[in-house]
């Protein structure tokens, strides 16, 4: 149940922005709030689509007066729970993107998608860092930290972002960098939320125009011995090479790439910004590890960056549990071949590990928020069948978190830590000192806890 709105209020806030305001009952309220993960449904009290960064600081104002908590969603990628009462503020009507060649900066509202930057980015021989998949909101997902398939060589996304726009608490429209509210500048870049809306975020780009990249195959037999060369050559990889491999139980059903339909598959992702022959050089071992059953590994321009790890454009149920380990060796794949491998009976549809290090463990000259930095690989484990998602899924889950007790990190980067209502995923997704210094930053920049954010 949800609270009683005055209703003459909620007319002067319609009457106050040029976006839609919708309160619970009203038609197309289901749908603005619609999240990339459909078994989560959200309930708010209210939502304000907003048009400008002028409507934030209405519907800001308006929830404050109100006593309403605040949380504000743009693609909906992000969603771990449902969202039940309270003002949802939603962004993707913020979608304007400015490209300053000279400078090498992306000016990117708080609405907008990758693949915009990543094609505007492109027409000058530049490319943001950006995540596995193009179609997640930028600014969202960057606020965690970000990592894709560059990390190693370029680091987190949030390492290269120089400066937001923000509507603050009490509704001010304020910046934030590094000369700036630099305390603000240092918390929003990986402390996530509890902080203000950021409305706009300007991202340095980087020189890129092609890497040599992709995705190699393997099923049946070759799985195992690919799985375990992977773990011995990726210790060996420079820094400059990203990898990642995922272990892909696929339905037969429409929608999959037919080829890999109905199969147990083992995909070897791999980023290398470089030259050709030297990528060419640096991935032979995998190639050679065992027979290939489908290879996509190539040059490529780096507006395909989105085709190495092939995420879906479109949403689905889904369940996930995210871990960050500090190591992943030969035991380690022994646990993931045993739960998770061919015949294991596994409820998961990918159980994917990412090799961080490199860039990743090194933090940006004057400090960031990012959690995560001394972990090694990252573990994310989705099933996509609802039947299992009460009981199949955490079990198994479990049992592999248990048989790699000694290898998970005590910190797990926010992005991948789950619901954050939970207070030991919140806790876990920062140092301790780093944890502390965000407690300090939103009890000065949202004192009255207008932002919704963590455990109640």
Not at 90 to 116: E, F, K, Q, S, Y
Not at 205 to 212: E, G, N, T
Not at 238 to 243: K, N
Not at 246 to 270: C, H, I, K
Request: charged letters at 20%; glycine letters at 12%.
């Amino acid at each position: 149940m949800g609270i009683e709105l005055d209703t003459s209020a909620v007319a002067r806030l319609r009457d106050a922005v040029t976006g839609t305001v919708y309160v619970r009952g009203d038609e197309g309220l289901a749908a603005e709030v619609t999240c990339f993960n459909p078994a989560i449904r959200h309930d708010p009290d209210i939502v304000v689509a907003v048009s400008d960064e002028q409507d934030v600081v209405e519907a800001v104002l308006f929830a404050r007066s109100a006593g309403l908590p605040v949380r504000v969603q743009a693609t909906g990628h992000g969603a771990e729970a449902p969202i039940v009462g309270g003002m949802i503020i939603t962004t993707r009507g913020l979608n304007g993107l400015t490209i300053d060649a000279d400078a090498r900066l992306a000016h990117i509202d708080a609405g907008l998608r990758w693949a915009p930057v990543i094609i505007a980015a492109a027409e000058h021989g530049l490319a943001p860092v950006t995540g596995s998949s193009t179609s997640v909101g930028a600014v969202g997902y960057s606020l965690g930290g970000g990592l894709g398939p560059l990390a190693r060589r370029y680091g987190f996304t949030s390492d290269w972002i120089r400066g937001f726009r923000v509507v603050t608490a009490d509704g001010r429209i304020v910046v934030a960098d590094r000369e700036t509210n630099a305390d603000l500048f240092w918390a929003l870049r990986g402390g996530k939320g509890g902080l203000a809306v950021v409305t706009r975020m300007t991202l340095e780009l980087v020189p890129l125009r092609s890497l040599y990249g992709g995705s190699v195959f393997f099923e049946g037999g070759a799985i195992e011995p690919a799985l375990r060369a992977w773990v011995d050559w990726s210790a060996e990889l420079p820094d400059e090479a990203t990898t990642s491999v995922a272990l892909l139980t696929v339905p037969d059903v429409d929608g999959p790439p037919p080829p890999l339909r109905g199969r147990t598959v083992l995909s070897v992702r791999f980023a290398f910004p470089g030259a050709t022959a030297e990528g060419e050089r640096l991935f032979a071992p995998i190639r050679d590890a065992a027979p290939v059953y489908l290879d996509f590994v190539a040059e490529m321009p780096a507006t395909a960056v989105a085709s190495i790890h092939n995420d879906p454009e479109e949403g689905g149920p889904t369940w996930i549990r995210g871990y960050m380990l500090d190591t992943f060796d030969q035991d380690a794949a022994d646990v993931i071949l045993e739960l998770a491998g061919p015949g294991s009976g596994s409820p998961f549809l990918a159980v994917e590990l990412r090799q961080l290090g490199g860039a990743t463990a090194r933090d940006t000259d004057d400090g960031s928020a990012v959690g995560g930095r001394d972990s090694g690989y990252t573990l994310s484990l989705l099933a996509a069948d609802p039947s299992v998602f009460a009981d199949a899924a955490p079990a198994r889950a479990q049992a592999i978190a248990e048989a790699l007790r000694d290898c998970i990190s005590a910190v797990t980067n926010v992005n991948f830590a789950g619901d954050l209502a939970d207070r030991a995923a919140f806790e876990s997704g920062w140092p301790s000192d780093v944890g502390e210094r965000l407690t300090a930053a939103r009890a000065q920049w949202d004192p009255e806890k207008v932002f919704a954010f963590g455990p109640s």
